[in-house]
Each structure stands twice: as structure tokens, then as C-alpha cells.
């Protein structure tokens, strides 16, 4: 059985694997940045959200009750401009990017992991409740019409980045006269002609003002969780680039807001996924959306793809990769195949079943608390499924509760993952088609290789069956 106890996480904050035990037993409040809505999210968004969602369903896994919630940033500057840019409405087009963004996690398989995606334009008077108490508190102060973080009020600003704080100055800095120090940043901007805004009263130093205009990026994620968790809670999640300035500012705004620390226990960033060395990006163009590599590859390998690395880790993004996936996927489902549909015979095999069914769940288990390794979990699993395929090739039947247990045991790990989704590993391969393939295996292994092409050409003509060879070994599929 798993043991929820051994869960050790890797936390940005402390730089050190630490044991994981939420605020309150049993629960876990976990926090993962979410869109900005101005256009269609692309690879690099996927692998995030399939990390954090591989994160959610392990918790769920280990009997955790978790609340994930994901924000929506639907007010924002690159909405603003592209809205401008095409002559749209920006509220209009946030709406339109969040559905087809929502439309793509669905695609994922990931939406179903989160709870809530709460939208910031809903949460201007919890962001207005904040901006005061940052106000009272003497951490932030008005400038004409805006408000700003005065920085160097608030100790350990740097801790989760480590950048020192006189290296500050190289990183963004949003420009404003009369800033108190170049690095404070903006909770509050008063709005600019003909973009949206709210109007909310604040006081400073017992004086009222009036402001006009929309939340500084930063403090919508703090509003929104303090709402939804309170002042402190268990993980936040996010890509490696947000550390700073996003997140650091972020435990700057909540913990001298509540007077509580630590805001967050448990800091989790993703590895981000790059093109040839770039990071991908709308602004440099080398972006792939979603949606279209979903036209010709399958979630389960892009999610087989994400998984192989640790969550930590960069991804360099190729298409020879996804290739890659996609071959060890159908070679996961067809091996699988096999053994899922053995003839079935009380007793025949139990214990050497439940053996490697055991094995599994132990060995996964151990890699997935070591602060989520999924390539090794990955590992394990297809090694099982490996045992099992060779146990088939090797026995006449199996026990059907053993086969049973161990079919369940794999689909519950992999669904960790979101592979093995389809029913496709349910349909036998026909007895005929399946002595072609090892007919076929033999001819190459004496390199007879016209021959052996004959044999795939058949297989496919009369049993639609594609056959490919791998460094796993062959691998099979329906046609189509
Ligand atoms: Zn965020």
C-alpha cells in the first residue's frame, strides 16, 4: 500500500527535498498559475498543466483530499494589446481564448483534475481588500492614480529567487517616476483611455482616493487564494520563469498581508519546454499550439512524452521525440494486449502474477514519492507490463482474479499518467495474426528481409494491422 507519509517533495524555497505534510491532515490546498487568455496555449503550456495534473492525480492517489485551482488571467496587458491590435472587445476576446483554452485541457485529459479556474475579473474586491491591508500595513503607497509594493519594506524578498537584491535592477522593472525603489512593482494601475477598468476607493494615511483602472498581475493570485484557502496553504505550482519576479513577489503581497508565513510550505516549479534550445514563446514564433498537434498526435503521447521527463527538467521539444512516444505508446498498448487477453484458467500462474503486479506498486510507488520521478515510474511500469507480456508468450492461460488484479494494478498506475485511456489493449490480436508477426520476427533475425516484408504487407492487407520495429521490440496496430 502506498504510504502518503513518504511523499517527499523538492521545494524551490528551502532548495532541499523535504517531506511532504500538509497544514491539515489529509488535505491539500494546491495553487497552479493558470492562463493568460490572449491567445491559444501552446506546447510549452502543455507540459506545465500535464506536470501539475500528474502531480494532482498522485496526491488523489495516496488518498489526499485536494483542492486544485487554477486562475484564468482575464485582465491583463496582452489582452489589452491583442484586443487593440485586432479591434476586438478585451473582455470579448478573453472569453473566446479562455473557452478554446479550456477546450485544450479537456483535449489533455487534464481540465478534469482541476477544481476551480476562478477568473481575476471576478475577484476585484477580495484584490481591493488586499491593496488596502498592504496600504494600512505601510507595505504599499499611492502614486498617481497606481499603487505599488514598496519592496524594501518586506525582508527575505529574495529568498525563493536568490537573486541578490542589488542584482534586482537587471531583471524587469516596470519604469515609473517617483517610484520609492526601482524594483516595487504595481498592485494597482490606474487605466489608460479605452481600456478596461473598475473603480475602487482605498485609503492612505486616513485619506480617501478614488482609483480608476485594474489589478497589477501579481496580486490576483494572492486575492484569489486568500479567498479560496485562506492566508497559507500547501503547494504552489508553476513554471521555472515565474520564480521571479511572479511568485517572489507573490509571498511578498500574502505575508505581509496576513503576518503569516510561510505563505505557501511546499514551492513546486516545472521545467520549461524549449524548441532547438529556445524557450517556446508567442513572441518568438517558434510556438506549436496545442490544437494542431493534436491533429496529428495523440494526448496519451504527448502525455507519454511530458512523463518520460522528470517535471523538474527541461524539455527540448522535437518532433523526432514525439515519434518517440507515440512508437512506445503502441508498443505499451500492444504489449498489454497481449497478456490482458490470455485464456484464463483457475490457478494457472497466481503467484507469479501477483508477483509482478506487487513489484510494480511498490517500485512506482517508491519513484513517484521521490519527489514525483515519472520516468522512472514510467519505467517500472512498462517493465510490468514487459513481465506480464512475456509471462503470456510463456504460459497456455492465467488465473482470471490474478489476471484480474494485475490488469487493474497496471490501468491504475498508467491512468496516473493518462496513458492506457483507450480500450484499444481489449481487442486479442486474431491467433493468425499473431503467428505472422512472430513469423515475421524470425525472418528478420535472419535478415530475410524481403521476406519479412511480404509478411508485414499481408498483415496489413488481410488484418489492417500496422507492424513497426522499435527499440523496444515490434510493435503493432490497427490501421486507422
Ligand atoms: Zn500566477
Known amino acids: 500500500m502506498a504510504d502518503a507519509s513518504d511523499l517527499v517533495l523538492y521545494n524551490t524555497l528551502s532548495k532541499k527535498e523535504e517531506r511532504f505534510v500538509p497544514g491539515h491532515a489529509g488535505r491539500v490546498n494546491m495553487f497552479v498559475c493558470g492562463q493568460t487568455v490572449y491567445d491559444d496555449a501552446h506546447l510549452g503550456h502543455a507540459k506545465n498543466y500535464i506536470n501539475f495534473s500528474v502531480v494532482a492525480r498522485w496526491l488523489r492517489h495516496l488518498n489526499y483530499s485536494v483542492m486544485y485551482v487554477q ?24 472569453r473566446h481564448f479562455e473557452s478554446r483554452f479550456l477546450e485544450d485541457m479537456e483535449s489533455l485529459d487534464v481540465k478534469r483534475d482541476v477544481d476551480s479556474y476562478p477568473r481575476s475579473h471576478d475577484y476585484i474586491e477580495a484584490i481591493r481588500v488586499q491593496v488596502q491591508q498592504l496600504l494600512d500595513m505601510g507595505y504599499a503607497y499611492l502614486l498617481d492614480g497606481d499603487v505599488y509594493y514598496d519592496v524594501s519594506r518586506f525582508k527575505g524578498y529574495t529568498a525563493l529567487s536568490g537573486i541578490r537584491i542589488d542584482e534586482l535592477a537587471r531583471h524587469r522593472i516596470e519604469p515609473k517616476e517617483g517610484k520609492r525603489n526601482p524594483y516595487d512593482f504595481a498592485l494597482w494601475k490606474a487605466a489608460k483611455p479605452g481600456e478596461p477598468s473598475w473603480k475602487i476607493k482605498v485609503s492612505e494615511a486616513g485619506k480617501t482616493a478614488a482609483l480608476d483602472g485594474r489589478p497589477g498581475w501579481h496580486i490576483e493570485d494572492t486575492a484569489i487564494t486568500s479567498v479560496l484557502f485562506g492566508p497559507q496553504y500547501d503547494i504552489h505550482g ?19 498581508a496576513s503576518g503569516m508565513a510561510p505563505f505557501v510550505r511546499y514551492w513546486m516549479h ?18 506549436v499550439r496545442i490544437r494542431d498537434l493534436l491533429k496529428a498526435h495523440s494526448a496519451e503521447a504527448l502525455r507519454l512524452l511530458v512523463c518520460s521527463t522528470h517535471y523538474r527538467k527541461e524539455i527540448d521539444y522535437t518532433e523526432k521525440l514525439m515519434a518517440a512516444a507515440e512508437k512506445r505508446l503502441r508498443y505499451i498498448y500492444g504489449a498489454f494486449c497481449v497478456f490482458y487477453n490470455m485464456k484464463e484458467s483457475s490457478g494457472a500462474g497466481a503467484a507469479d502474477i501477483d508477483r509482478i503486479a506487487g513489484d510494480l506498486d511498490r517500485k512506482f510507488t517508491a519513484a513517484m514519492n521521490s519527489d514525483l520521478n515519472t520516468s522512472l515510474a514510467l519505467t517500472e511500469l512498462c517493465a510490468a507490463i514487459e513481465s506480464l507480456k512475456a509471462f503470456a508468450e510463456s504460459h497456455e492461460a492465467a488465473d482470471a482474479d490474478a489476471k484480474a488484479r494485475a490488469s487493474e494494478k497496471v490501468l491504475e498506475l498508467a491512468g496516473i499518467f493518462g496513458i492506457l485511456r483507450s ?16 513469423e515475421r520476427e524470425a525472418l528478420r533475425d535472419r535478415k530475410l528481409y524481403m521476406e519479412s516484408d511480404a509478411v508485414r504487407d499481408r498483415l496489413l492487407g488481410e488484418y489492417g494491422i500496422v507492424v513497426e520495429d522499435s527499440e523496444y521490440g515490434t510493435i503493432w496496430y490497427r490501421n486507422g
Open 270 to 287: 516545472s521545467g520549461v519546454l524549449k524548441v532547438n534550445g529556445e524557450k517556446m514563446s508567442k513572441s518568438l514564433g517558434n510556438f
Open 71 to 94: 486562475n484564468i488571467t482575464d485582465v491583463d496587458d496582452k489582452i489589452i494589446a491583442r484586443a487593440r491590435e485586432s479591434g476586438r472587445d478585451p473582455i470579448e476576446l478573453a
Open 238 to 256: 508553476g513554471a521555472t520563469d515565474l520564480i521571479f519576479p511572479h511568485h517572489t513577489n507573490e509571498i511578498a503581497q500574502a505575508e505581509a
Open 423 to 438: 480500450g484499444a489493449y481489449k481487442t486479442a490480436l486474431p491467433e493468425d495474426a499473431r503467428r505472422l508477426i512472430a
